[in-house]
């Protein structure tokens, strides 16, 4: 993988002149940048299905979580957190925020669906 990618980046730089014509090569190569990196804190919104006390069933909760390791597997990309566990790309911007204020918001409107 990392001859590939070197590989690559020795072509781009003969091809083009400038960075971002350089990334845009890469990208079309199939070289996937991942979102964020092992150990960047995330925020989790979530509602848990076995809540630990049942009158907070169906309730929505945010933590404070870290990055253990970003997997690329037959499912795409997912993000492995040290608390909750494994969560899908997909779910980047609805369950998942690098960002503590998105995060929030995203709970305020949880818990105004309610």
Avoid at 38 to 43: K, L, N, Q, S, Y
Avoid at 50 to 59: L, M, S
Wanted: proline fraction near 5%; hydrophobic fraction near 40%; charge should be neutral.
């Amino acid at each position: 993988m990392r001859n590939k990618l070197t590989k690559l980046l020795i072509d781009g730089h003969k091809q083009y002149l400038f960075y971002d014509q350089i990334a845009d090569y890469l990208i079309s190569e199939g070289v996937i940048v991942p979102p964020c990196k092992v150990g960047d804190i995330v925020w989790l919104v979530y509602t848990p299905k076995w809540p630990a006390n049942p009158a907070d069933k169906g309730k929505w909760f945010m933590i404070q979580d870290g990055v253990q390791r970003i997997i690329y597997g037959a499912k795409g990309l997912s993000i492995e957190t040290w608390n909750v566990g494994t969560i899908p790309a997909k779910e980047i911007g609805t369950k998942l925020f690098f960002i503590r204020e998105d995060a929030e918001k995203a709970l305020a409107e949880k818990e105004n669906e309610q």
